[in-house]
Nanobody, 121 residues
């Protein structure tokens, strides 16, 4: 019913920048929090940044000052601007959103399939 599709991943040198996008589509009544997670090889998935429907943001200490999360509610899209990238940022980045498909239904978590970000040293 709801799909999240990420884009913008790729290979970049250390110190470079990338912008990830995640567009939600389908049977959407409203979207609450939207977030970016990442999972590096051999590690658990971790929260990178989260943004509420009102625009309040929180990010992991490891990315503060380098990554910025934003959203366009009219487009049901969340972005992650990543600057000053480091090799340790290499991971698959996943989009997450809490979506209500009607006024009568509670919010449910949806996930994208992920986009790979590789930072070379």
């Amino acid at each position: 019913q709801v799909q999240l599709v990420e884009s913008g991943g790729g290979l970049v040198q250390a110190g470079g920048s990338l912008r990830l996008s995640c567009a939600a589509s389908g049977s959407i009544f409203s979207i609450n929090d939207m977030a970016w997670y990442r999972q590096a090889p051999g590690k658990q998935r971790e929260l990178v940044a989260i943004i509420t429907s009102g625009g309040a943001t929180t990010s992991a200490d490891s990315v503060k000052g380098r990554f910025t999360i934003s959203r366009d509610n009219a487009k049901n899209t969340v972005y992650l601007q990543m600057n000053s990238l480091k090799p340790e940022d290499t991971a698959v980045y996943y989009c997450n959103a809490g979506v209500r498909t009607s006024w009568a239904v509670r919010s449910k978590d949806y996930w994208g399939k992920g986009t790979l970000v590789t930072v070379s040293s």
